[in-house]
């Protein structure tokens, strides 16, 4: 990402905008792509834990606390699934168990190509307010790795359609070929021998 988009993010994010948290995607492949965009979860699509933003409003702080319970009885547990099933429900922590909320997340709009709200959720003053990264500027590794000719395909689209769309970043979070060989392969790697920038 750019210093000067970065600031100017972060800035937008302070002045009272909409969001409590901005999260980038996890999913395998674009919205569109996906026969169920929201992969299995009922009201929020997958996020990626490794590139977000969140404010310390109270539903972010709740959030918060319900990750600490669960992370405290399940030391195995990852904290990124763990959020993703509590951006979708409630957590007992007297029984332990998650159980589906329509108002724990409300998606801010614009939502990303590919995904529609789903009917049953339900905003309230107590929603944590979630916008997703569009896919094409903040793409993921896996997306970028294993789809790279479909991801300029639709880059080209994007670009098309808007003459202000920037591609902000690659986010390396995959697992499904080795990371530093698919930045190279895809000419993102700018160090040269001894480690230094060729830049």
Not at 67 to 78: G, Q, R, V
Not at 86 to 113: A, G, H, Q
Not at 125 to 134: A, F
Not at 155 to 182: C, G, L, S, Y
Request: proline share 5%.
């Amino acid at each position: 990402m750019t210093e000067k988009r970065s600031q100017n993010w972060l800035v937008c994010l302070g002045r009272g905008q909409s969001e409590d948290i901005i999260y980038s995607t996890d999913a395998r492949n674009f919205y569109n792509n996906l026969s169920d965009p929201f992969e299995g979860q009922p009201f929020v699509p997958k996020i990626c834990g490794g590139f977000f933003l969140m404010r310390p409003t109270e539903p972010t702080i709740h959030l918060l606390e319900d990750l600490s319970k669960t992370m405290n009885i399940d030391s195995s547990a990852n904290d990124q699934w763990t959020i993703d099933r509590l951006l979708n429900s409630r957590y007992n922590s007297t029984n332990n168990i998650f159980i589906d909320d329509p108002t724990r997340t409300w998606l801010v709009e614009p939502l990303p190509s590919g995904v529609e709200r789903r009917n049953t959720s339900v905003r309230t003053n107590s929603s944590i307010k979630l916008r997703l990264l569009d896919q094409a500027a903040y793409i993921s590794g896996h997306i970028y790795g294993s789809s790279n000719d479909r991801y300029w395909q639709e880059i080209q689209k994007f670009e098309k359609w808007n003459p202000f769309f920037q591609r902000i970043m690659v986010h390396a979070n995959t697992w499904d070929e080795d990371k530093v060989q698919m930045i190279k392969r895809n000419r993102l790697w700018l160090l040269g021998p001894d480690d230094v920038c060729i830049l």
